[in-house]
């Protein structure tokens, strides 16, 4: 997937200015940036969901702005933060809903999308809640489910609004190595995160947004730095490594004077 120079304004509000990058299959990309930043704008625009005012997206050399929203469906899949729908589907229901793009408005789910309805859940190690309603569900359990759905709808690019940002610890890492093994499977991430360091320990590109800008764009090594993430969250930040493998994490620049 290529952004070219994608403008994109609310009104006299400018949120997104000349933001350019690509995501290839088999890479994991962190948006990175503060609240406000345009993250969400961003990925709504990658979905067909905003016109820009300028520039845009394409897949394979195909303009999404001519894609039908059935032929998007088909090759990206959105997976939100959180998701409360009004009836409480079961697990199994909810993850066939991710293949209304090849399923005719009026036909029953033939036995090819129900086998993969169940590889999804399978292979994320949840076949367990098949017949659980939804909403009797965990956060983390959830996150899990709508990632099965996003497999079963068979896109291999896979867009997350940041997919761990209300999960505990555990969870949080169980999620986020279930997208990065998706990622070493073939699939093309890309995630909002507000956590630089989870950042550094799944990514492979990072792009920085600031005031509507590209600020960083490249591996964690090449743009993480303390300016950078000083400048994101307006905070004195110190970048420091763990190991000699590249493992790095963020510390107030203070930390010294804090712990006194």
Known sequence: ??????????????VLKNVSF????????????PNGVGKS????????????????????????AAMTSAQLARRIAYIPQSHNPVFNFSVFDMVLMGMTAQIGSFESPRKKHLALANAALERLGIAHL???GYGNTSGGERQLIL?????????????????????DFGNRIRVMQTVRELAQDGYAIIQSTHDPDQAFLYSDRILALYDGNVLAWGTPEETVCNSLIS??????????????????????????????
């Open 231 to 260: 400048t994101l969250y307006n905070a004195d930040i110190e970048v420091c490594s763990l190991r000699g493998d590249g493992i790095r994490v963020c510390v107030p620049a203070n930390i010294d004077e804090i712990k006194k």
């Open 1 to 14: 997937m290529v952004i070219d120079n994608l403008c994109f304004s609310y009104g006299d509000n400018q």
């Open 41 to 64: 704008t961003l990925f709504r625009c990658m979905l067909g969901l905003l016109k820009p005012d300028k520039g845009g997206a394409s897949i394979d050399g195909q303009d999404i």
């Open 130 to 132: 098949k017949h659980r």
């Open 22 to 33: 690509s995501a290839e299959h088999g890479q994991f990309l962190s948006v990175l940036g």
């Open 147 to 167: 990632i099965a759905r996003a497999i079963a709808q068979q896109a291999r690019i896979l867009i997350m609004d940041e997919p761990s940002a209300s999960l």
